[in-house]
């Protein structure tokens, strides 16, 4: 069965730090590209930062550069997103994703919360 399980969401004061984690099984990781996305209820659904598995490029939504860092473990089939200086309108469900060459798996997403 395929899952990608997220973790570390929760509450934090603006200008703190949370560390998302993503697990995922059921599927070859090291073959998957991987990213992070946020929605907030009414909005679109939008990207906040990936990794390319071709070249291992990274690509961070504006607002986003400078704080928040994407990261992998192949060897522990995870995904992680820190995000520092966290700001109010950081608040959203986080989700994860891993997307290959024909087919992606999405997380359940976690709840962030910044409040001012």
């Known amino acids: 069965e395929v899952q990608l399980v997220e973790s570390g969401g929760g509450l934090v004061q603006a200008g703190g730090s949370l560390r998302l984690s993503c697990a995922a099984s059921?599927?070859?990781?090291?073959?998957?590209?991987i990213g992070w996305f946020r929605q907030i209820p009414g909005k679109e659904r939008e990207g906040v930062s990936c990794v390319l598995n071709s070249d291992g490029a990274t690509y961070y939504e504006d607002s986003v550069k400078g704080r928040f860092t994407i990261s992998r473990d192949n060897a522990k089939n995870t995904m992680y997103l820190q995000m520092t200086s966290l700001k109010p309108e950081d608040t959203a469900v986080y989700y994860c994703?891993?997307?290959?060459?024909?087919?992606?798996?999405w997380g359940q997403g976690t709840q962030v919360t910044v409040s001012s």
């Open positions: 994703n891993a997307r290959g060459i024909i087919n992606g798996y």
């Open positions: 059921g599927f070859s990781f090291d073959d998957y590209a």
